[in-house]
């Protein structure tokens, strides 16, 4: 060991050890990675619509990298604006409605299109008035024709005038766009890429959340026949037992079907599953510690019983707890992936890669196999990131590691 290396305290000791583990911090990295997108949020995905939920049917299940000209007409209906925050949490409806177009073709007053119809080649024509695309209409009014202008009644029952000529050019310049779908688009003709991201938020708030449940409920349960011992500790390990005995999934299925299929019951079901493990090792490290002199010490100050697990033996188990935590992350993923998988998870039209892979799994062996293929590929990356920083933690906390 290094001399400027000799009084290092053992948690930078384990940090080095940890940084030192290629594996373990490509695991990190794509950790941050996928906070900051699940953050981010609405503000990078390609449609920001709450819940990628655009939906254009005549574009369903095309190819990764598919590219369509887009008619943007603005919909005959008021459409809230939120700020930034708003957004990036809740996402922004999009007040226009998107029509695929293999050409079109501006005459006097209105454009004829060309609308795409799939991937059967079918086609259809349209025609829509200019002034129907660039403004919000009221119900129950007409444009009305006015030689080189239109009239029309807003949204706000607001009578105005608008000519012809500002009409094509601000089609031409704002209402023609060409969109691509970087990774294709599902059967409802929504973005692939746009649901795979915010299925990032609800695998982690998953992990997370249930990580926290299970961390409140395994620490204090295992302190408490740690410390206690005796009948207490009897009727801690009895307890442990009879959850350890149950099958995980099928505690889980009894849990949803107790408190219901809603977001927040999803999680805390996950969460109260996964407590155990955690319980049985916090229990072991205790019952280790309490016969320590620092132990003893304290008690004989006078320093109560919750001081004393708090403040003096809990932070000795802080290695165990953390190694531990990163694999429940990693299994809480999983569990969510397979209730979604299942049906019984996350409902539509909140996007979930286990729903995805529910959706599409039929497609494996044909050309949309891409659909069940990224959110597995999405999966396991995650998944594998939090084993390898799980396993990472375990060799850097390993008190038989050897000194760098």
Same mark, same amino acid.
């Given at each position: 060991?290094?001399?400027?290396?000799?009084?290092?305290?053992?948690?930078?000791?384990?940090?080095?050890?940890?940084?030192?583990?290629?594996?373990?911090?490509?695991?990190?990295?794509?950790?941050?990675?996928?906070?900051?997108?699940?953050?981010?949020?609405?503000?990078?995905?390609?449609?920001?619509?709450?819940?990628?939920?655009?939906?254009?049917?005549?574009?369903?299940?095309?190819?990764?990298?598919?590219?369509?000209?887009?008619?943007?007409?603005?919909?005959?209906?008021?459409?809230?604006?939120?700020?930034?925050?708003?957004?990036?949490?809740?996402?922004?409806?999009?007040?226009?409605?998107?029509?695929?177009?293999?050409?079109?073709?501006?005459?006097?007053?209105?454009?004829?299109?060309?609308?795409?119809?799939?991937?059967?080649?079918?086609?259809?024509?349209?025609?829509?008035?200019?002034?129907?695309?660039?403004?919000?209409?009221?119900?129950?009014?007409?444009?009305?024709?006015?030689?080189?202008?239109?009239?029309?009644?807003?949204?706000?029952?607001?009578?105005?005038?608008?000519?012809?000529?500002?009409?094509?050019?601000?089609?031409?310049?704002?209402?023609?766009?060409?969109?691509?779908?970087?990774?294709?688009?599902?059967?409802?003709?929504?973005?692939?890429?746009?649901?795979?991201?915010?299925?990032?938020?609800?695998?982690?708030?998953?992990?997370?959340?249930?990580?926290?449940?299970?961390?409140?409920?395994?620490?204090?349960?295992?302190?408490?026949?740690?410390?206690?011992?005796?009948?207490?500790?009897?009727?801690?390990?009895?307890? $442990?037992?009879?959850?350890?005995? *149950?099958?995980? !999934?099928? =505690?889980? #299925?009894? &849990?949803?079907?107790?408190?219901? /299929?809603?977001?927040?019951?999803?999680?805390?079901?996950?969460?109260?599953?996964?407590?155990?493990?955690?319980?049985?090792?916090?229990?072991?490290?205790?019952?280790?510690?309490?016969?320590?002199?620092?132990?003893?010490?304290?008690?004989?100050?006078?320093?109560?019983?919750?001081?004393?697990?708090?403040?003096?033996?809990?932070?000795?188990?802080?290695?165990?707890?953390?190694?531990?935590?990163?694999?429940?992350?990693?299994?809480?993923?999983?569990?969510?992936?397979?209730?979604?998988?299942?049906?019984?998870?996350?409902?539509?039209?909140?996007?979930?890669?286990?729903?995805?892979?529910?959706?599409?799994?039929?497609?494996?062996?044909?050309?949309?196999?891409?659909?069940? $293929?990224?959110?597995?590929?999405? *999966?396991?990356? !995650?998944? =594998?990131? #939090?084993? &390898?920083?799980?396993?990472?933690? /375990?060799?850097?906390?390993?008190?038989?590691?050897?000194?760098?």
């Amino acid at each position: 060991m290094k001399e400027q290396e000799k009084y290092l305290s053992p948690n930078k000791r384990a940090l080095k050890r940890l940084l030192k583990n290629k594996p373990a911090v490509g695991g990190l990295i794509v950790i941050f990675l996928a906070i900051m997108i699940a953050i981010l949020g609405y503000l990078i995905v390609p449609d920001s619509t709450p819940d990628a939920n655009d939906q254009i049917l005549e574009i369903a299940t095309e190819q990764p990298s598919f590219s369509k000209q887009m008619l943007l007409k603005r919909k005959n209906r008021s459409v809230q604006q939120r700020n930034i925050f708003g957004k990036m949490l809740f996402g922004q409806d999009n007040p226009y409605q998107m029509i695929p177009i293999n050409s079109y073709k501006i005459d006097g007053k209105s454009i004829i299109c060309e609308v795409y119809g799939g991937t059967s080649g079918s086609t259809s024509t349209d025609t829509i008035a200019l002034a129907d695309v660039v403004h919000p209409i009221k119900a129950g009014t007409s444009i009305i024709d006015q030689g080189n202008q239109v009239s029309l009644t807003n949204l706000d029952g607001k009578t105005i005038e608008v000519s012809v000529d500002d009409l094509v050019k601000t089609v031409k310049d704002k209402h023609l766009k060409q969109k691509t779908y970087f990774l294709g688009t599902d059967k409802y003709g929504r973005d692939n890429l746009s649901r795979l991201i915010l299925g990032i938020r609800v695998s982690l708030s998953v992990g997370l959340i249930a990580v926290v449940i299970s961390l409140l409920i395994g620490i204090t349960i295992g302190s408490i026949g740690g410390y206690f011992g005796g009948v207490v500790d009897d009727v801690v390990m009895w307890l $442990i037992n009879v959850f350890w005995s *149950i099958p995980l !999934l099928l =505690l889980v #299925f009894a &849990l949803i079907l107790a408190f219901g /299929r809603e977001f927040w019951q999803i999680f805390l079901a996950v969460g109260l599953t996964m407590w155990v493990e955690l319980a049985r090792i916090v229990r072991g490290q205790i019952l280790s510690l309490r016969e320590k002199e620092f132990v003893e010490a304290a008690e004989s100050l006078g320093f109560s019983n919750f001081r004393t697990i708090v403040r003096h033996i809990l932070p000795n188990t802080v290695g165990p707890v953390v190694v531990i935590t990163a694999a429940n992350f990693a299994t809480a993923i999983i569990i969510e992936a397979g209730l979604s998988f299942l049906g019984i998870g996350v409902q539509p039209p909140t996007p979930s890669w286990g729903t995805m892979l529910n959706e599409y799994y039929n497609y494996v062996g044909t050309n949309k196999a891409f659909l069940a $293929i990224f959110p597995g590929l999405a *999966i396991s990356i !995650l998944v =594998l990131a #939090f084993n &390898l920083v799980g396993n990472g933690l /375990r060799d850097a906390m390993d008190v038989k590691t050897r000194a760098l």
